[in-house]
């Protein structure tokens, strides 16, 4: 691979990296060669503060993705019933 | 015949435009003299993975250096600073000539060197060492590994920071070429590593091309699940193999 396509998406939240808690307001989503994670390709997503900050980074496979948007998913579906 | 004393150390060379960027250098210790290599990183940043790479081209007798294309994005660890390249479309085909020069000036500048310089690159370092070999005076040997996009399909891939297909401008090419691809890589295809063999012959250029079975993208990378033992062995021998002949 070796692509630069990188999807974009502003975001209202926070994030708890190495130095503690702070704001995020962007994620940077891809699917490239990691950095870390023992894969030759991985889906990966930088939490930003800013356009350059990056404050969380997680690599992971396509399964894994696959199944954290499910469980997103849900977990919106099911909590948002809750606190209607 | 190989090395096993070294010296490896962080430099900092002149690049694009007079700037000063940072370098890891590795050559074998001894007067020398030594060819010299300038490796370009792949596009996951200047690692782990490339330090020991310049430090194996040492090991067998060659004056590595491989400069960090993401400094001046800085300051950060190099994974960050490649998520900086990312976000911003990745650095320019510009930047990255200039880069080179400086690396091959810093080379023969010392005084162990025997005047000649080569280039390796992998993935995007591929690239860039076939872009950096058709635009630069003064390369003795280049090695494309996989290098992806150097030929462009899509011609909506082409930016503002990387205009030009590197493929267009074979005719620069001076260095004769080693290229190693793997036969399931999708970037470069086989049929792209067809159409840049096609081109390279019908501009009349020296090169070798060595295509793997069984192998992909990245099959060098001995810390992924790319990494193919016996084409990674091979294909090491052949850079080997290729420098001793075009660099002595």
């Not at chain 1, 060669?33 to 030759?40: K, M, R």
């Not at chain 1, 496979?61 to 199944?67: D, I």
């Amino acid at each position: 691979m070796c692509s630069y396509i990188t999807e974009k998406t502003e975001i209202f939240g926070s994030a708890k990296g190495a130095g503690g808690w702070s704001n995020v307001t962007a994620a940077h989503v891809y699917f490239d060669h990691p950095f870390h994670a023992s894969l030759d390709h991985a889906l990966s997503i930088d939490f930003m503060s800013g356009d350059t900050t990056r404050k969380v980074a997680v690599e992971m496979s396509a399964e894994s993705a696959r199944a954290l948007v499910a469980s997103i998913l849900a977990a919106l579906e099911t909590g948002e019933k809750e606190h209607a | 015949m190989t090395y096993r004393g070294m010296i490896a150390e962080i430099v900092t060379i002149t690049g694009n435009k007079g700037e000063k960027v940072e370098a890891y250098y590795a050559r074998p210790s001894g007067p020398g003299p030594f060819p010299g290599v300038v490796l370009i990183h792949h596009m996951p940043g200047w690692d782990d993975w490339t330090m020991e790479a310049v430090r194996k081209l040492a090991h067998q007798g060659f004056a590595c250096i491989s400069h960090h294309l993401y400094h001046r994005l800085g300051p950060g660890t190099p994974d960050d600073l490649a998520a900086k390249a990312r976000a911003a479309g990745g650095v320019s085909d510009d930047e990255v000539v200039g880069d080179v020069k400086g690396a091959m000036a810093f080379l023969r500048a010392q005084p162990g060197s025997n005047g000649k310089v080569g280039m390796i690159g992998f993935c995007s370092g591929g690239r860039h060492t076939f872009l950096a070999s058709c635009r630069l005076e003064g390369v003795d040997a280049a090695v494309n590994c996989w290098g992806g996009n150097v030929v462009v399909d899509d011609p909506t891939q082409l930016t503002a920071l990387r205009p030009v297909a590197p493929i267009d401008l074979t005719d620069g090419l001076k260095a004769p070429l080693l290229g190693l691809f793997g036969n399931e890589d999708k970037n470069p295809s086989p049929a792209q590593v067809d159409t840049l063999e096609a081109k390279l012959k019908a501009c009349g250029k020296q090169y070798e091309f060595h295509r793997y079975d069984g192998a992909g993208h990245a099959f060098f990378a001995a810390e992924r699940p790319a990494y193919r033992v016996e084409q990674a062995n091979d294909g090491w021998q052949k850079v080997y193999a290729f420098y001793r002949k075009h660099l002595a």
